[in-house]
């Protein structure tokens, strides 16, 4: 059985069924300012489409990330007018504990379905902010660690 993975954008949502090459169990490093690339493989061609929106148009000209040590990361983005954020939280299903929910910034990736020969599935390069459950919302999440929009 795999681990289904949640994506919570701020204003829609989607479900991956699991990681790519990864013990169904296994999940990946998740510190403050680590940018890890998980491949997440998707059931549906809807939850597929949204996660991919944000991993296509997320560029070094729209969002840019950093930080001076793992207590202060940050961002700056500029989503165009068809993406509200690329601030994330990525919640693991059952059988991770859920001390394993982050929030994250989509920094892009790649499709990775032409590769596997699975129709769904996507390479998402993420940016470490916090533990889920250090903020209670995007916004809470927003004032932390965004900075002016550039």
Do not use: C
Not at 104 to 126: F, H, M, T
């Amino acid at each position: 059985m795999s681990v289904t993975w949640d994506f919570a954008f701020k204003t829609e949502s989607a479900s991956a069924s699991g990681l790519v090459g990864l013990a169904d169990r296994a999940t990946f490093r998740r510190a403050a300012a680590v940018e890890p690339t998980p491949v997440f493989r998707f059931d549906t061609e809807a939850d597929y489409l949204t996660v991919r929106d944000y991993v296509f148009e997320a560029t070094s000209a729209t969002v840019t990330t950093g930080g001076l040590s793992e207590n202060e990361p940050y961002y700056r983005e500029r989503p165009p007018s068809d993406v509200d954020s690329y601030v994330v939280k990525v919640t693991p299903g059952a059988g991770i504990d859920a001390t394993s929910a982050l929030w994250a910034v989509i920094q892009g990736g790649s499709d990775a379905s032409a590769a596997s020969g699975s129709p769904y599935r996507l390479e998402v390069d993420l940016f470490v902010l916090a533990d889920a459950s250090s903020y209670a919302d995007h916004a809470a999440v927003e004032t932390a660690f965004g900075t002016e929009v550039v």
